[in-house]
């Protein structure tokens, strides 16, 4: 079984601030890891997606994560929050099975104040 | 670019009523699967669907649910008796290999 716990269901960053949204995870055969991005109204955007190998993923619009399997987490971060970023983001797993699902946590609300 | 597209994107329905909603996966993908997400909740898992038949699904997906891959590009999900509870979006995924799923936009369904 797995399961993803995104602390923090709310986080509020000033505009140029570093952003940093994290994700822990649960999965007893290794696992890859995704961040979505869902902007209002409109479906699941990838971000940025771990595998397997370099375990610092860099995605779009400047965002980046990194696997640290001893850590059992996944954080997504970005130096500098845009006002474009404001939005709902999801961190899922998934087994490397051919079938397997992803399962997502609950989100982060993020918002980027002036 | 391939992408997944859904219809429709909003349907509004009356409790007891049969909705099928569809979706055209990208072409060379090969598992297909549907998710909801309720209003200010996260997504939920449905049902995966691989060489023509459900390779698994959640406890939400009852008897009242079921798939369909009627003509080798689309792909249905229908709600055989809507409840006011499946008001949802519903988002079809395809993916090609293990890994990355690719959504589409999504249908909103209301029921009334």
């Known amino acids: 079984a797995q399961s993803v716990t995104q602390l923090g269901s709310h986080v509020s960053v000033s505009e140029g601030a570093l952003v940093l949204l994290r994700c822990n995870y649960s999965s007893s055969v290794p696992p890859y890891l995704f961040w979505y991005v869902q902007y209002p109204n409109q479906g699941l955007q990838l971000l940025l997606k771990y595998t397997t190998g370099a375990t610092l993923v860099k995605g779009i619009n400047g965002f980046e994560a990194e696997f640290k399997k001893s850590e059992t987490s996944f954080h997504l971060t970005k130096p500098s929050a845009h006002m474009s970023d404001a939005a709902e983001y999801f961190c899922?797993?998934?087994?490397?099975?051919?079938?397997?699902?992803?399962?997502f946590g609950t989100g982060t609300r993020l918002q980027v104040t002036l | 670019e391939p992408e997944v597209t859904q219809t429709p994107s909003h349907q509004v329905t009356q409790m007891g009523q049969e909705v099928i909603l569809r979706c055209v996966p990208i072409?060379?993908?090969?598992?297909f699967y549907w998710y909801r997400q309720i209003l200010g909740q996260k997504v939920e898992f449905l049902v995966s669907?691989?060489?023509?038949?459900?390779?698994?699904k959640s406890e939400i997906f009852d008897d009242q649910f079921s798939v369909e891959r009627p003509d080798g590009s689309n792909f249905t999900l229908k709600i055989r008796s809507t409840k006011l509870e499946d008001s949802a979006m519903y988002f079809c995924?395809?993916?090609?290999?293990?890994?990355?799923?690719?959504f589409g936009e999504g249908s909103r369904l209301t029921v009334l």
């Open positions: 669907f691989y060489n023509n038949e459900i390779s698994e």
């Open positions: 995924a395809s993916r090609e290999l293990p890994g990355e799923l690719f």
């Open positions: 072409s060379n993908h090969l598992y």
């Open positions: 899922a797993v998934s087994s490397t099975g051919t079938a397997s699902k992803l399962t």
